[in-house]
């Protein structure tokens, strides 16, 4: 006897690309799709409970981007959201060869920032949503090191990497021009 799988149809907009529709279970996690149905295997599921945000993912919604664990919310939750995977980030060309790395994946590799990699997209996506938050509503020079800290600090790297994806990050941001004001409004 077979026991059939309860699926429900789901469509996905991520870097700009639309997948499905693929027929998905109501409980499957956005990780699992994103592995298993659309071969985007660049978030990596770290702890399957949400705490290390190894499998974090940029939603691009009104109130700007913001970062959501894959390992712990279900693919359906993301229908009709934006969605940014690491693979992402990147400029390609036509035929999809990496031409250009993102600034924050550049930095990251300028400062040697990472070392066994596993938790490296997630860094990527929460220092991308920080750049990009700044660029909205930039910070004071003397809150910079506080909101680095803020913004990575959710993020475990278990080869301890943290000072070289910090220092990479506050480079970045301190070079990069309209995210930190000279003095506090």
């Not at 400062?111 to 929460?126: E, I, L, M, R």
């Not at 660029?135 to 910079?144: C, L, R």
Request: glycine share 10%; with cysteine; aromatic share 8%.
């Amino acid at each position: 006897m077979t026991i059939p799988i309860l699926t429900h149809r789901l469509t996905l907009r991520i870097n700009g690309r639309d997948y499905g529709p693929i027929d998905a279970p109501p409980e499957m996690m956005l990780i699992d799709v994103l592995h298993e149905y659309l071969g985007l295997t660049g978030t990596r599921f770290g702890c399957g409970q949400g705490v290390c945000h190894a499998c974090t993912v940029i939603v691009d919604g009104d109130g700007g981007p913001r970062e959501v664990r894959s390992c712990i919310t279900g693919a359906h939750w993301f229908a009709g959201k934006r969605i940014r995977t690491v693979e992402g980030h990147a400029k390609r060309d036509d035929s999809g060869k990496i031409v250009q790395l993102s600034p924050v994946q550049q930095a990251f590799l300028d400062h040697f920032s990472f070392q066994c990699g596993y938790c490296t997209p997630g860094f990527v996506n929460a220092a991308t949503v920080l750049m990009e938050k700044l660029a909205q509503s930039p910070i004071a020079a003397d809150e910079v090191e506080a909101t680095i800290t803020d913004a990575l600090n959710p993020h475990l790297c278990r080869c301890t990497g943290y000072v070289r994806y910090y220092q990479a990050v506050k480079e970045l941001v301190l070079k990069t021009p309209g995210l930190v004001r000279e003095k506090a409004p």
